[in-house]
């Protein structure tokens, strides 16, 4: 009852400030309400007992993510004026309504396999040992790291002045 | 506060619940949620008389002592005198972010404080994922910040706004790796399984983490020598340049309560939090909270303010590094000593320290090459 209750109030809010995002013509304020959006979906991860997830979406999206975005609409003019209109309105909502519908009829289509065992609490140490135990991810995610850290190197030395 | 101590008593069988939340004991969560307000208040009123009259001392001067007996009544005097005044909206600004940027900086900080034990189970949430839901949390707190420079409409509140953006940002990388040095000798990201682990306190274990800890803190919360995202002399105010009455109190209360919310944390990562011989628990945590703090005013009064340069240099080149060898370190102890490290490290530790805080600063210099902002 509780989570159900919980889980209709997050994603109302979570549809709401994505159409926000979309929709708002002040870039700054759809950017708050992709933090909304953000912080909605971490309350969902907590009602699916995934409390590690939870806490790693808030640190890393609206703590690190949102304030890059803000940021860099800080460095940019104009912006309670909107953002400068441009014809390809109707070709980008052909494109997300495609791709709307086709998420739709995946998700209602599937036949989604559910586990009956009961979900893993305290989830940490279940993570790690995945991470870290022979037959682990940690191959993987170090060579994502360092694929991430030439991309940053990268950038830096493109954007560098001579 | 009798009655805190009565109350925080009869919630000690409590520890037998399982510490998910929610749980659904409802007057568990009142209760806590009333104490940690009127906690945090109260506090903020004390640390703002602590800064005030000991920092007077340590100019050589009165500081406030007229409002009640030695001044106590201060704090609350101008508290009143704030939420009198008008609250005065720029014309330009942009009203609703305007408005909501004190509340979304103040929530976060009122959060950390949910995690934090008292006495043994004595706490609103025993998070498994405890310190690291600290550092989720404090990092919404800048999206407040940033919504107050933004919304105001004034440069030199934008200005000081990103300056403490890109402090904040630099400053949490040595943050977060000296705590992970005491989750490593800890064993658990829990606060209250932290401070159950510490029959020593860490600080001895962990010398050098404190003293990151320490200094990243101040960076996080804009406490000097830190606070050039509200230097008076170049910005006015900062982020909160146009904020009065009620919401500028808002901000002002921010300011105390992250300043105790770091004072808190240190006192429950490195000093043992509540444990100690004869005074009650959370008298112990009060008293080590103030203590923390004292040093935070002291470094405060002794230390000139560091320029824009100076302040990331001091992150990246000094902070960094040494977090990334205290991490190594203490992972290596971890491992030789996995049943708990012996007394014995405590003299290696703190040599270690010295030595590495000495040869950085011979090797450290501010304001070598280019000035980069």
Request: hydrophobic share 60%; glycine share 6%.
């Amino acid at each position: 009852m509780g989570l159900a209750a919980a889980f209709w109030i997050m994603a109302v809010v979570i549809v709401a400030a994505a159409l926000g995002v979309v929709f708002l013509r002040n870039v700054f304020r759809a950017a708050l309400t992709l933090v909304l959006c953000f912080v909605a979906v971490a309350g969902l991860y907590i009602t699916l007992s995934a409390d590690f997830l939870a806490a790693v979406q808030i640190l890393v999206y609206v703590g690190a993510i949102s304030v890059l975005i803000i940021l860099a609409i800080m460095m940019t003019r104009e912006v309670p004026q909107g953002s400068p209109a441009n014809r390809l309105k109707l070709p980008a909502f052909i494109v997300a309504a495609v791709v709307l519908g086709i998420m739709i009829y995946t998700v209602t289509k599937t036949a989604w396999q559910v586990s009956a065992e009961a979900p893993l609490t305290p989830t940490t140490v279940p993570l790690a040992t995945k991470l870290f135990s022979e037959g682990g991810f940690v191959l993987p995610v170090e060579i994502a790291a360092v694929l991430l850290l030439a991309a940053i190197l990268g950038a830096i030395v493109i954007a560098r002045e001579k | 506060m009798v009655t805190l101590n009565y109350s925080i008593e009869g919630l000690l069988p409590m520890k037998g619940l399982p510490p998910d939340w929610p749980g659904g004991y409802w007057w568990h969560w009142l209760f806590f949620t009333v104490v940690l307000i009127a906690f945090v208040l109260v506090m903020v009123l004390g640390a703002i008389y602590i800064e005030r009259r000991g920092m007077g001392r340590m100019q050589s001067r009165l500081g406030p002592n007229r409002t009640g007996p030695f001044g106590l009544l201060q704090a609350v005097a101008d508290a009143v005198k704030v939420l009198l005044k008008e609250n005065i909206v720029p014309a330009k600004a942009d009203k609703i972010v305007h408005w909501l940027a004190p509340i979304i900086a103040f929530a976060p900080v009122m959060m950390i404080f949910a995690v934090v034990p008292f006495q043994d189970g004595a706490l609103l949430a025993d998070l498994n994922i405890g310190i690291l839901y600290i550092v989720a949390v404090s990092s919404i707190a800048t999206v407040g910040v940033f919504m107050a420079g933004w919304g105001s409409s004034n440069k030199y509140s934008l200005l000081g706004a990103m300056r403490n953006v890109a402090a904040v940002v630099s400053y949490e990388i040595p943050l977060v790796l000296s705590v992970i040095g005491v989750v490593l000798v800890a064993g658990s990201l829990s606060l209250n399984d932290i401070v159950l682990a510490q029959d020593i306190p860490f600080i001895l274990f962990q010398p050098l983490g404190f003293l990151l800890f320490f200094a990243a803190g101040c960076a996080e919360i804009n406490r000097a020598p830190f606070d050039l995202m509200e230097a008076d002399s170049e910005l006015v105010a900062g982020f909160h340049t146009e904020y009065s009455g009620m919401k500028f109190a808002m901000f002002y209360l921010v300011e105390y309560a992250e300043a105790i919310a770091i004072s808190a944390i240190i006192a429950t990562l490195f000093l043992g939090g509540w444990r100690g011989p004869l005074l009650p628990p959370w008298l112990w945590l009060i008293v080590k909270i103030v203590i923390v703090f004292f040093v935070m005013v002291w470094t405060r009064a002794t230390l000139p303010r560091v320029r824009i340069d100076q302040l990331m240099a001091l992150a990246w080149k000094f902070l960094f590094p040494l977090a990334l060898i205290n991490l190594f370190i203490t992972a290596v102890q971890v491992l030789v000593w996995p049943d708990g490290l012996p007394w014995a490290l405590i003299f290696l530790n703190i040599a270690v320290m010295l030595v590495l805080v000495i040869l950085w600063s011979k090797l450290f210099r501010l304001g070598w090459g280019r000035l980069e902002v």
